[in-house]
């Protein structure tokens, strides 16, 4: 565990950091990159520090940690002299709920012939959408749905012949094609939207179930359980629904592998033969038997938060924009850890990303020619609720769909230094992924396909909203072949994080903390933005992308 860093350490260490990485960059000399310099390693350290220090209060929605980190961005784009990006403003606002679930401490699960009474929080997490005082889950049939997906693309189908109205399924995680390993079931080892938690409980909802519970499995999940259980009897935020008819599960959450063994045991069944048999075509669901009960208590919180936005217009073709994006939000104060910080301070995630837009803004600022296109630059808040203020723009684009030309997404910089490759997720979607390998090229590095596909991170950061709606998305992740250390150190890097500071009070800034990796990379997305925003290129996406007919259904017209 690398120690903490006391706040009044910070300006001295990180300041002798960001001088160490500015003298050890080298300036890059690549024809058509003559604005890149304009990236450094202490400017973008500065931003960093500022949006990950202890009195951002770890950057929530609804709290001052938000009203200070919208006043800090405002603040520093006006500095760089970029404009507000909504009318005369820098802000949009994003109607939400946060509904704060308090839940029972058991869940009870009776068979015919035998109880298990489950513990919250080590064996299950539950929360609800619903917004009624009191959420009280009767003893409720019980059906495993396989893993709860409805795609006729895929000739799939898990709810054909189930009636699960009022009932709670059980569903696996992730999809078929990760258990299959045969790239001719979905998608293969690469997770489809299919795959994802959030599409599961959106399809229960449409099936008309009273409750959700997906099993967890850290592989396939891509992150272990302690992850999921940040969710218990904590807020959650949801976009504000009121007005529409909306049907919500009264019950989403997780079990995990070993409770779903003795649920299937209980059953009558082995949980291991189910799943060998769930990612085969044709094979039936069915009820377990079992009925569940708990209850939860809920209040309830209608507020406003708000999306940032700011603009470089542009000067031949200002109707026709890129659009750079990262999320400002984090977690907020929550439970003390083992050294007793209950900051979730998010340097990593997203204070990195949102850095990064500051950061390429002063690049923008830098040239000697105006952009032709409008570049736009989108701080999106609660990403870390479930992808709402970039789901609440893409609802209400500030800037049309049909004139957005490309997102450019920035989440979880690599904070470890320089590498030579540059990971993409997602590979085979768009023709931006040309853009960034050339990029790449010019800059002596490879581009490197994610080493997990199965955790779908391509459906997990906020452009995968602008995706949905068509515009073609570019999202990097850090690479891990290190100059200094080579793959095994890198990879080693990147374990530690997820497992030490992934969503916890210890993501701070710390020593280990090497920038002039961030800003090679952004030096790479600072030109694919430049190289679109200086022409009249649209990129496509590619054939086999589940987003193409969606972008051709209003482009062609």
């Known amino acids: 565990m690398i120690k903490i860093i006391k706040p009044i350490l910070l300006p ?5 950091l960001f001088t160490a990485c500015q003298s050890s960059s080298p300036e890059t000399g690549e024809a058509g990159a003559e604005n890149v310099t304009t990236l450094s390693t202490e400017s973008y350290g500065n931003y960093l520090s500022a949006l990950a220090a202890d009195d951002m209060e770890g950057r929530k929605p609804f709290t001052s940690g938000e009203q200070k980190t919208l006043d800090y961005l405002e603040r520093e784009f006006k500095a760089l002299g970029v404009e507000p990006g909504n009318g005369d403003s820098y802000f949009q606002e994003v109607p939400m709920v946060e509904v704060n679930t308090t839940a029972s401490p058991n869940m009870i699960i009776k068979g015919k012939q035998q109880e298990l009474k489950l513990e919250g929080r080590n064996d299950y997490v539950i929360w609800t959408r619903r917004t009624e005082e009191n959420i009280n889950i009767d003893p409720t049939e019980m059906v495993f749905a396989g893993f709860g997906i409805v795609a006729p693309e895929y000739n799939w189908n898990d709810y054909a012949g189930l009636d699960v109205k009022g009932k709670i399924v059980v569903v696996l995680v992730n999809d078929p094609g990760f258990y299959a390993q045969d790239a001719a079931v979905f998608n293969g080892k690469a997770m489809t939207y299919y795959g994802r938690w959030t599409y599961k409980f959106e399809e229960a909802a449409r099936q008309g179930a009273k409750g959700a519970l997906i099993i967890h499995d850290t592989e396939p999940a891509g992150y272990g359980f302690q992850v999921v259980q940040n969710n218990w009897n904590t807020s959650k935020m949801y976009l504000d629904s009121r007005g529409k008819e909306t049907y919500r ?13 003795k649920l299937f045991a209980a059953a009558g069944m082995d949980y291991k033969t189910v799943l060998g048999k769930a990612h085969q075509p044709g094979n039936k669901p069915f009820p377990l038997n079992l009925q569940a009960s708990t209850s939860m208590k809920v209040k309830t919180r209608y507020d406003k938060t708000s999306n ?10 200002p109707d026709e924009t890129i659009i750079y994006t990262g999320h400002w939000d984090h977690l907020g104060i929550g ?5 007793g910080d209950s ?6 995630d997203n204070a990195s990303g949102v850095a990064g837009l500051l950061e390429i803004a002063k690049a923008f600022k830098a040239q000697p020619v105006q952009p032709e296109r409008t570049v736009v630059f989108l701080a999106v808040t609660a990403e870390e609720q479930g992808l709402w203020g970039s789901a609440y723009y893409a609802e209400n684009p500030v800037f049309p769909k049909e004139k957005t030309v490309a997102n450019i997404n920035m989440d979880m910089m690599n904070p470890y230094g320089k590498t030579k490759d540059v990971v993409l997720y997602g590979m085979g979607q768009s023709e931006l992924e040309d853009y960034i390998t050339a990029e790449a090229e010019a800059a002596g590095r490879y581009i490197a396909p994610e080493e997990n596909p199965e955790a779908g991170l391509y459906y997990r950061s906020d452009h995968f909203n602008f995706a949905k709606i068509g515009i073609p998305a570019l999202f990097i992740g850090p690479g891990v072949d290190l100059v200094e ?3 095994e150190a890198g990879k080693k890097k990147l374990d530690e994080y997820y497992a030490n500071y992934y969503h916890k009070a210890a993501d701070q800034m710390h020593p280990d903390y ?9 030096k790479l997305l600072y030109q694919v933005g430049k190289r679109l925003a200086g022409s009249a290129e649209w990129p496509q996406w590619k054939s086999g992308s589940e987003f193409k007919a969606v972008r051709d259904s209003y482009m062609d017209k």
């Open 12 to 16: 001295a260490l990180m300041a002798g």
């Open 249 to 261: 599960c009264a019950m989403e959450g997780w079990i995990t592998t070993p409770i779903a063994e």
């Open 308 to 317: 940032f936005i700011a603009k470089i217009t542009g000067s031949t073709r």
């Open 335 to 339: 439970k003390p850890d083992a050294a």
């Open 343 to 348: 900051i979730y301070n998010g340097a990593v």
């Open 485 to 487: 250390g080579g793959k």
């Open 514 to 522: 090497k920038v002039d990796g961030v800003v090679e990379d952004l």
